[in-house]
């Protein structure tokens, strides 16, 4: 059976500019201009959350998420957008949004 993506619709945006602890069915938009972000994302009721780079600045401080485990995953590409969510395995996964390439209608 093919794996599908669950769909993020109404997701809420919070803005967080220090380290802070992921929550289910929120997209943070994290500021690192003033130093590195480390987002805690290795809670087992955890399943979907999404992480942008508000202010353009993961390239010079990186957003680090902390999954457990020793499972870390790092954030360092200037504009970066990730929507993260567990597969049907409790594996986490990831999209990766291209915000460069982003309009308005």
Wanted: proline share 1%.
């Amino acid at each position: 059976e093919d794996e599908q993506i669950p769909i993020f619709k109404d997701l809420g945006r919070t803005y967080k500019d220090s380290n802070f602890t992921a929550s289910n069915g929120q997209v943070f938009a994290v500021n690192t201009t003033s130093g590195s972000v480390i987002v805690d994302a290795s809670s087992d009721d955890l399943v979907n959350f999404g992480i942008c780079d508000s202010h353009e600045k993961f390239n010079n401080n990186s957003c680090i998420l902390n999954f457990g485990g020793g499972n870390t995953f790092e954030l360092d590409t200037r504009n970066d957008y990730f929507m993260f969510y567990r597969d049907n395995n409790g594996s986490w996964r990831y999209v990766e949004l291209d915000q460069d390439d982003a309009g308005a209608v």
